[in-house]
């Protein structure tokens, strides 16, 4: 059977042994865990409880966040292109893992980020802070008194100022008592120390008033640079903060070295982030058990086969107990579909529409050939056919996927897509025909064309259609076999048992009547059927003079039948539309030859290549959902329930890393 | 504010089909059927082409937004992204057939005022439908990308619930395809 058969297993345990039995079933990785359902379970002893010290690996998560997002400014884990579409983890070896738990020590790590990244900090403030100083300063550099001496004395004011270049040659400037003297000009201003003769009577700096006049504003230099004002001229002073500079920039290398350094780490960091990350999911789904005073009950699924191996895994414990039985009518048993190889990369197509439940079909066999002819006549190119499964295959075998279903699914439509463009005679659209005319190439690609969809877009058509016709029919039978399968026969039978007959019956009946076959068969076909529609009608109908308005109701179920039909025209249209854009790509490169006489067919591969890999990629996308759209609303609504719970057994988180052995 | 401007750029685009159909209509003897044709294939690709400039920008910006967030979602909003833009492509498509059936690479175009208006609306179906369903279609890989980003293992059904506005631009394509290579007669 396409879904597993699963075994609902109930561990019984002393609570001493809660938690190497928890971190056994992680290791296993055999058990879906279930939230307990025994009743009158106490509650969860103290440690656990809202109240308990807060666990340790919340502090450690937090930590270990902080530290990450520091190492990720030196350190980036290569990531190859490809990772980017398949979410590939980087691989951390299992020893490598083991060694990061047991000696990383994080609380010092994190004090030590915490203390580099407060005095990066304060050495960048600083050193920005320096380099304005040293702006400022630069151009009073000539200044030859100590900056330190500039200041007001009891009699005389002097200071530096910044005035107008035009209020040098002012005459209060040259008054008695007054002397300045031009330190730069630049851009319309002027530096100037001045010096003002102020008497006894007023000392509070008189050069201010002088300055107002002027237009200027004084400058207070040697307070900004209070702590450097020892080493006596400006230059000197601008000497001592550079020194002071190259300092802190030393200072900072050394911290930047030592956290690339450190930065080093960051696989250890990431590695040890699912470590936390998983005793934190272990805690998680402790709670979900039950528990009396001195025990702890386990509730979950296993798969009936692995039975034997999980209770073998398990006979460490002696103390424990395994109950294992047959699910029951109300259990939300959770879903693994087993298909044979061949099916299993279709299960990604049934997994986008979610899960069976347990108790009915898996479609995923029934979907799967439908699938796969769909895709390849939407996509219909040949040559587009062998790349996608070349570049399937080659996907598979380099990036070495967890769950390679996906990339196995796209190879596998690629020979649909091979065949149904050989079928139509599209080789890279019209390749063929318009480079190659005349070649053995274009003869073998010739002469196995059955179908000429732009040519005869009619047959292709009615080819789509009669594809629909069978799928719907398919569907039908697949819930009559479901129904029969659970017991209900009848129904079985009469409700859609009716409609395998009587849809078919139609079909050939329209054929016989255009006069493609000639019999009288499919009308008794058709007869029989409706008349087998019309039972089922009446049968649901309870009251007796309903029952025959039922019964000729049941028919208007004809035109859903009919418009999900309709719907298969959409085979056509993409098969077009990745086939003339073919063309078109072929018909503009020809084009170009025609424009640029000698160069042209320079240009001519790259115009074919962007084009023709522009089609693919649209044209395969489009396939992939409108295949899919044909299952999950015209084939699934005609049998499936779905709601299904995946069997998601216990096992180590691994969000940032994959571990190997 | 896409959502509320859907309505703008459908109007825009539907403003340029009216411009060319009252040209045509009291221009149309001055014109000629070349013109005519021509307008046509030109109202598919452009129809067609501001939906899913639209949709395949508005999508993009957020699909950078939520790989910002984490950028192992990349792959999953990106198909969401380019389903939108597959209008603009059936547009041109459209259009390139019809530039074929006029023998517009062949030589001189030399169609009667009835073959232009022809052209002229067999080209429409997959414009129109194009333009709008793109804008729609956005609407819904928007709404997609929320799945991507908060559930990114069910992202394939924001897919195929995007895919399903798209079914109508698919009729109109076939549509325009068989009206062009079968009804129109040159």
Redesign the interface.
Known sequence: MAIARMRKVTILAYQELETPLFEKLRDIGLMHLTKSTVAGTVEPPEEMSLHAATPEYVERLSQLAVIRSYFERYNTIEKGFFD????KKPEVSYRQFKNAVVTYDIPEVFAKVQEHDERLSRINEQITDLEQKLQVLEPWKPLDIPLGEVRETRTCDTCLAIVPSAALGSDVLHSSGVHYKEIWQDKGQAGIWLAVFAGEASQEQAANTLLTALGGTRLNLAREVEAYLDAGLVKDICRAIEARLTELRKEQETILAKDAEMAEGLLDILALTDYYLDKQNLDLIRKEAGRTRFTLVVEGYVKAKDMDLFRDRLSVFTDIEIIDEEPGEDDDVPVYLENHPIIRPFEAVT????YPNYRELDPTPWLAPFFWIFFGLCLGDAVYGIMLSLFSWWFIKTQKLEDDRFMRLLMYCGFSTILAGALTGSWFGDFPVSFLKGTLIERITSSIVVLDPIND?MTLLLVSLAFGIVHIWVGIIVKMVGTIRAGQLADGIMDHGSWVVFLPGMVLWGLSKVGIIQSNIPLYIMAAGAVLVMISGGRSQKNILLKPISAVGRFYDIVGYFSDVL?Y??I???M??SA??GV?VN?ISR?VVDMLPGVGWVVIPVILAFGHLLNL??NA??SF??S??LQ??EFFSKFFEGGGTPFRPLRRVRENISLTD | MFKGMVGSWALLGVGLLVVCLVLGGFFGEQLGGNVLALMGAGLAVVLGGIGSIVGVGVAGEKAAGITAEDPDNFGRVLPLQALPGTQGIYGFLVAFLALIKMNAFGGVLSLTLEQGWQVFFACLPAGVSGLISALYQAKVSLAGMDIAAQKPEESGKGMILSAMVETYAVLGLLTSILLIMFAVKI
């Open positions: 980017m579409f398949t979410g997994a986008i529409y979610g877009p719907s025209a959409r056509l249209a993409l077009l539309a003339i854009i078109v018909t084009l990629a649209i996308l489009g959902v409108h899919g759209r999950y609303v």
